[in-house]
């Protein structure tokens, strides 16, 4: 597409419930990012993908979260037993080279998550 | 611990004038640093980068400044316009897989 497309924009859910975020990247971009953005502050790494693989899931706060991205295009973050601390702003982004590092990346609009 | 720290939440300027964003990092590992911008209900979007080893990049009318040895970096955004108010965030990254660390943003606010 021509753009990074994250689904749902908004999600309402109720403490220790499942969720489900989704991201289409960019098509043919390689790189996948997560981050997440908390009222006032900045957005924090949570997982990069390479292809399928998750090259580097050193983000994820806790045995909760876990992200996949099973051919290498859609990704799913996954957040098991919600908690209202995980309520954020949850941002995907794709890059056709990481390698490139000066040039950045796309954002999509995000993902608004709110744990009542 | 902040290892990228923007200590202004806010800033407001006057249309046609300079605007100078700052930025202070505390990791000598960061090797590039970026800016982006981000609207209301948006993603952030990039605006421009420098590399470590300038200390200098130019795209218009947005210049990065970058002091290596105060662990400092600028933006300049002149002639400053209100379609420019936005939140600004500072992000540098290290290592090869371009994982960024980002600042808290700076409120820009441009008046007409």
């Known amino acids: 597409g021509a753009g990074v497309s994250q689904t749902p924009s908004n999600k309402v859910t109720e403490k220790g419930k499942y969720v489900e975020l989704r991201c289409d990247p960019i098509s043919g971009h390689t790189a996948l990012y997560w981050y997440r953005q908390s009222l006032g502050q900045g957005p924090e790494f949570l997982i990069y993908?390479?292809?399928?693989?998750?090259?580097?899931d050193s983000g994820l706060p806790n045995d909760r979260f876990f992200a996949v991205r099973p051919e290498g295009s859609v990704s799913t973050l996954k957040i098991q037993r919600t908690e209202r601390g995980d309520s954020a702003m949850y941002l995907c982004?794709?890059?056709?080279?990481?390698?490139?590092?000066?040039?950045?990346?796309?954002f999509g609009s995000g993902t608004r998550l709110t744990v009542v | 611990d902040q290892q990228v720290k923007q200590n202004s939440p806010s800033l407001s300027v006057q249309e046609g004038r300079i605007s100078i964003l700052n930025c202070d990092y505390t990791n000598s590992m960061f090797d590039y640093f970026l800016w982006y911008k981000k609207y209301p209900a948006e993603g952030p979007t990039f605006l421009i980068s420098i590399s470590s080893i300038k200390d200098k990049n130019e795209d218009g009318r947005f210049t990065v400044f970058l002091n290596k040895s105060a662990k400092h970096l600028s933006l300049h955004i002149v002639p400053s316009q209100p379609g420019d108010s936005a939140v600004y965030f500072c992000?540098?990254?290290?290592?090869?897989?371009?994982?960024?660390?980002f600042g808290k943003g700076i409120t820009l606010s441009v008046r007409p």
């Open positions: 982004a794709s890059s056709l080279n990481p390698a490139d590092r000066g040039r950045g990346y796309t």
């Open positions: 993908f390479q292809g399928t693989g998750a090259a580097d």
């Open positions: 992000a540098a990254s290290s290592g090869a897989n371009s994982k960024l660390t």
